[in-house]
C-alpha cells in the first residue's frame, strides 16, 4: 500500500514538474495604411516563419495566438512578444492583450519601436514569452524576423546617445579678461573737467565775497578740526584715483571707511566752529 502512495505521489510530481507554457493557432498579418493585409502567414513553437516579415513605415503588425497550459487554453499571468536588436542586444517587450480564452493579439508599427530599431542594419528578432505563477515552466520562442523598410522620401532618424554617468572630459575655464582702462584721451578730457571746477571754485568765492581774513580766526579757534577735515577731503579724493588706477573694490572699502570717519568727525567741530561766528555776525 506505502509502496503504491510513493508511485502515485512521484507520478504526480514527474507531471507537475512537466508542465509547461504553450501556444497555439498563431498567425501574422501585416496591414498597409489602405487596410488590405499585404501578407497572413501562420507560425508554431516548433514552426516559426523562414523569411523575414517586412514592416513598412505606415504598416501595421498584428499577431493572434492562444496561450495554453498543459494543452489547455488558458490566460496567463504575462504575455509579451519582444523584439531584439541582434547587434546591440536592445529588446523592446510589446504586450498582448489576452482574454480568458487564452486568446491573444498585439499590434505594431515602426512608431512603436525604439529609434535604434529603425537604424538597424539586420532584421529584428520577435519572440513570444508567456509565463504565469505557478509550477508550470515558461515559454520564450523565438517566432520571426523583422526586417524595417524605410520610406526613402522621409528623413532618416537620428538617434543621439543619453548623457550616461562616467568620465567626462576635462573642463579648461575660460575667464574673461580684466578690464582695461578707457583711452587716455577720453581720460585725460575728464581730468581736465575735473581740475577746471577748482579755479571755478575760487572765482565764486570772490564774486560772493568770501573773506580770507576769517582763515586766521578759523585756524586758531580749531585747528586740528579744519585741518583733518581739509586733509580727509583730500584723502578722499586720493582713495578714488587709487581705485581708478590700482586698487580693487575690497582695498578700497576699508580705507574709505577710516576716511570717511575722520571726515564726519572733524567735519562736525570744523563746521560747528564756522557757524558759532556766523551766529556772531561776522560775515
Keep these: 500500500m506505502r509502496f503504491t502512495q510513493a508511485i502515485l505521489l512521484l507520478a504526480a510530481g514527474a507531471a507537475q514538474a512537466a508542465s509547461s ?121 523565438p517566432v520571426f524576423d523583422i526586417e524595417i523598410q524605410t520610406d526613402p522620401n522621409t528623413r532618416v532618424p537620428i538617434y543621439e546617445a543619453p548623457v550616461r554617468y562616467g568620465k567626462k572630459p576635462e573642463i579648461h575655464h575660460i575667464f574673461r579678461p580684466d578690464p582695461q582702462s578707457p583711452p587716455k584721451v577720453i581720460s585725460l578730457l575728464f581730468a581736465l573737467a575735473v581740475a577746471a571746477t577748482v579755479p571755478a571754485l575760487l572765482i565764486s568765492w570772490l564774486l560772493l565775497g568770501a573773506n580770507l581774513n576769517h582763515l586766521t580766526k578759523a585756524l586758531g579757534a580749531a585747528p586740528l578740526s579744519h585741518l583733518t577735515f581739509f586733509g580727509s577731503i583730500v584723502a578722499m579724493e586720493g582713495v578714488f584715483f587709487m581705485y581708478y588706477t590700482s586698487w580693487n573694490l575690497f582695498q578700497v572699502l576699508p580705507v574709505a571707511g577710516v576716511v570717511g570717519v575722520v571726515a564726519v568727525l572733524s567735519g562736525t567741530k570744523a563746521l560747528g566752529e564756522v557757524q558759532s561766528r556766523r551766529l556772531a555776525g561776522e560775515r
Excluded at 26 to 46: H, L, M, R
Design 21 to 141: 507554457w504553450s501556444f497555439d493557432d498563431a498567425s501574422i498579418s501585416v496591414a498597409v495604411k489602405k487596410g488590405s493585409d499585404a501578407i497572413k502567414e501562420k507560425f508554431s513553437q516548433k514552426a516559426p516563419l523562414t523569411k523575414p516579415v517586412g514592416l513598412g513605415s505606415t504598416d501595421t503588425v498584428k499577431i493572434i495566438l492562444t496561450a495554453k497550459e498543459d494543452g489547455k487554453a488558458k490566460r496567463p499571468h504575462q504575455a509579451f512578444v519582444t523584439i531584439q536588436e541582434q547587434e546591440t542586444g536592445l529588446e523592446a517587450p510589446f504586450p498582448l492583450t489576452v482574454k480568458d480564452t487564452g486568446k491573444a493579439v498585439v499590434q505594431i508599427s515602426q512608431k512603436d519601436l525604439p529609434v535604434q530599431f529603425l537604424l538597424s542594419p539586420k532584421p529584428l528578432k520577435a519572440s513570444v514569452v508567456i509565463g504565469s505563477f505557478g509550477e508550470a515552466r515558461a515559454v520564450n520562442t
